[in-house]
């Protein structure tokens, strides 16, 4: 499966953002998806992630209640959108797929580009 995440963008603290990750390839709906994100001079983390039918989800603790993951499997396509955003929450966001449902990073197999999101104070 191949990945192309995008809606990054610079947004002022409080506000929101919608990041999209459209997949091509028709096992797209096999795998569980998630969202990693990776600040500069940090090493990458564990955002959401979603199964493969988006009945379960699970998000790292300090996006509880601000971000949320869904997936359309009709569109090939997972989002995450992003309210209540925060200085720290820039960074640049990669979706990946799995055959698992984890949040452990080197379980995804296939990731997209990242897309660049900056939040302003």
């Known amino acids: 499966v191949q990945l192309q995440a995008s809606g990054g963008g610079l947004v002022q603290a409080g506000g929101s953002l919608r990041l999209s990750c459209a997949a091509s390839g028709r096992s797209y709906s096999t795998f569980s998806m998630a969202w990693f994100r990776q600040a500069p001079g940090k090493e990458r983390e564990f955002v959401a992630a979603?199964?493969?039918?988006?009945?379960?989800?699970r998000y790292a603790d300090s996006m509880k209640g601000r971000f949320t993951i869904s997936r359309d499997n009709n569109k090939n396509t997972v989002y995450l959108q992003m309210n209540n955003l925060k200085p720290d929450d820039t960074a640049a966001y990669y979706c990946?797929?799995?055959?698992?449902?984890?949040?452990?990073?080197?379980?995804?197999?296939?990731w997209g580009q990242g897309t660049l999101v900056t939040v302003s104070s």
């Open positions: 979603i199964t493969r039918t988006g009945a379960v989800t």
């Open positions: 990946a797929a799995s055959s698992l449902f984890t949040t452990t990073l080197s379980s995804y197999d296939h």
